[in-house]
């Protein structure tokens, strides 16, 4: 088992940044990939960004891309999500998820996941 606690999330204007992080004990953490996705209301929860568990493989959303950046500490089990540039369409819960090895963008791939952070993002 991998258990993920997500920080960081807020109230931004549009424009600001916000850091998300996640925090991850149990299982070793850096055998893992991590994923970010994210649930707005009435919406359905899509891929953000995710990075292998070496973090030498990353991809994100074509939404996404070019304003967050995914990162990983493994000696800090610990995984990041810098967001900037927020837009309104941003605001959703943002949640972290780990499994073994190798990144995907299917968030039905990823066995353990956090509770969620929620961003809001002011027009």
């Known amino acids: 088992q991998v258990q993920l606690v997500e920080s960081g999330g807020g109230l931004v204007q549009a424009g600001g940044s916000l850091r998300l992080s996640c925090a991850a004990s149990?299982?070793?953490?850096?055998?893992?990939?991590m994923g970010w996705f994210r649930q707005a209301p009435g919406k359905e929860r899509e891929f953000v960004a995710a990075?292998?568990?070496?973090?030498?493989?990353?991809y994100y959303a074509d939404s996404v891309k070019g304003r967050f950046t995914i990162s990983r500490d493994n000696a800090k089990n610990t995984g990041y999500l810098q967001m900037n540039s927020l837009k309104p369409e941003d605001t959703a819960v943002y949640y972290c998820a780990a499994r073994p090895l190798i990144a995907t963008m299917a968030s039905n791939g990823y066995p353990y996941w956090g509770q969620g952070t929620q961003v809001t993002v002011s027009s």
């Open positions: 990075i292998s568990w070496s973090g030498d493989r990353i």
């Open positions: 149990g299982r070793i953490f850096s055998n893992h990939a």
